[in-house]
């Protein structure tokens, strides 16, 4: 499968636009879009997004784009969702582009989802209403799909976390360990939150 390293985790159901300018990645689109237009996308390890030499994560995401848009200078503007896990099998040469042998990797529920989602939502909106108080721009949570699996990828896209944390929640095997492990990461960014806002307000 063709793929492509990026500083930034794509989870399945949610929405990616890129701006492709390297000539191997318009080759690789070029590829692409002639055959089911889909790719891998995952996160680098330590590295850059240019130039290759990078380390990357043995865990991924199919993108299919939706739409495309050849530049005139050659650049690509892209619309991508992410469709389903992948796992690396094995990396291919990077020559002309990165390639992969993937495996597809399987969502189970896992037990007590519908709970695990319900204290995720909760943990989301608890940050969310902190967050407002600091910056009022802020915007509302996302409505959650009743779907735990898919749920649990809208909420990891949502939460404000780093791309590391992200990670490991796309590496989590089920949506119910992953909500669960997503309230914990929003209960100390919540926690964060607080400790600032009192400071702010002892300051005042």
Do not use: C, K
Not at 69 to 82: C, F, I, K, M, Q
């Amino acid at each position: 499968m063709p793929m492509f390293p990026l500083g930034t985790v794509l989870f399945p159901y949610v929405l990616l636009p890129l701006h492709v300018f390297e000539p191997r990645y318009r080759l690789m689109l070029r590829h692409v879009l002639d055959g089911d237009r889909e790719f891998g996308v995952v996160l680098i390890e330590r590295g850059s997004e240019v130039g290759g030499g990078d380390t990357r994560f043995d865990v991924g995401t199919v993108a299919r784009i939706v739409q495309a848009a050849e530049l005139p200078d050659g650049r690509y503007a892209l619309s991508t969702v992410g469709l389903r896990r992948i796992g690396i099998r094995r990396w291919l040469a990077d020559d002309p582009y990165p390639r992969a042998e993937v495996v597809y990797l399987e969502d189970s529920t896992g037990r007590n989802a519908v709970a695990e989602r319900e204290n995720a939502v909760a943990a989301l909106a608890r940050v969310v209403e902190l967050a407002r108080q600091i910056d009022t721009r802020v915007g509302a949570p996302p409505e959650l799909a009743d779907d735990p699996v898919r749920a649990s990828y809208e909420a990891a896209a949502a939460a404000p976390i780093g791309a590391f944390d992200a990670q490991r929640l796309l590496a989590t095997p089920d949506a119910a360990t992953r909500l669960a492990l997503l309230a914990g990461l929003l209960d100390d960014r919540a926690a964060e939150l607080r400790a600032r806002l009192d400071l702010d307000d002892g300051a005042g």
